[in-house]
């Protein structure tokens, strides 16, 4: 369930209260470079910059994954030489992945008629999600959700366990391995799969929802959008590691029973 993922991610991030407020620091900083480099860098620049955080968020991202992996409690430290190797090796994968995600979820749209796919987008601006119902076909609206939901379950799979692969073991090989990934989805179960991913989805959604729409607390909002921030990136992280973090532990399961008999 959403709420209950939303307290363990709390829980987690929280555990260590002066790391976490610093990650959020941090994390804000990289926020006005960001903000500042589309602002005043030529396009050049502002490409290096986004590449450079990118890496920099892919790779703590993937140290909390491996950190759940291992059955971690809190935020894991800030190691760079770790940070960086799993940034690239990171971008790499995420890039390629999703991709090919879009390349299929786009000529899905193309031959419905309908805009690209979002789950978290569609959730987010409900009132246009609903207003396809009214502007389109519902017969060829509730198919177009079908087809492009059922590939983005399939896809997304695929792009998190090659995500969670790499952060396990590190090796860019892993992550494009696809007979290793598949059995995890066999052992894993769709079903058990989807209602996880969803579960993640909609924290997500519910977080994001709450920080676009803080009021004005005199300067209390700020220490809640930085709060709010951490939590949102965590999210995503901490749910890939959880996944696979029940995938291992069956597996070695399964090969200790397996070497009793």
């Known amino acids: 369930m ?13 555990y260590n209260k002066p790391f976490f407020a610093f990650i959020a620091l941090l994390m804000f900083i990289i926020g006005l470079i960001s903000s500042y480099a589309s602002d005043y860098l030529s396009l050049d620049w502002r490409m290096v910059v986004d590449w450079s955080i990118s890496i920099l968020l892919t790779g703590y991202g993937l140290s909390i994954t491996r950190d759940r992996i291992n059955h971690g409690y809190r935020l894991p430290k800030i190691i760079p030489k770790d940070v960086l190797l799993l940034g690239i090796k990171g971008s790499i994968v995420y890039t390629v992945y999703i991709a090919g995600q879009i390349f299929i979820l786009y000529f899905i749209a193309l031959f419905f008629g309908f805009p690209l796919f979002n ?9 246009e999600t609903l207003h396809l119902f009214y502007a389109h076909n519902p017969i060829y609206t509730i198919i177009f959700f079908i087809v492009s939901a059922s590939a983005f379950y399939f896809t997304s799979f695929f792009s998190e366990m090659g ?4 952060a396990d073991t590190k090796k860019l090989s892993m992550a494009f391995n696809f007979e290793s990934i598949y059995k995890s989805i066999e052992l894993f179960g769709w079903v058990h799969y989807v209602r996880d991913l969803t579960s993640i989805v909609v924290a997500i959604v519910i977080l994001t929802f709450i920080q676009s729409r803080l009021p004005e607390l005199f300067g209390i909002e700020f220490i809640l959008w930085m709060i709010l921030g951490v939590l949102i990136f965590s999210t995503q992280y901490l749910g890939i590691g959880s996944l696979y973090c029940n995938i291992k532990d069956n597996e070695l399961k399964i090969n200790a029973e397996i070497n009793v008999k």
């Open 2 to 14: 959403p709420i209950v993922k939303l307290k363990r991610v709390w829980d987690y991030c929280s």
């Open 119 to 127: 789950l978290e987008e569609m959730l987010l601006n409900f009132n």
């Open 163 to 166: 995500l969670a692969k790499l």
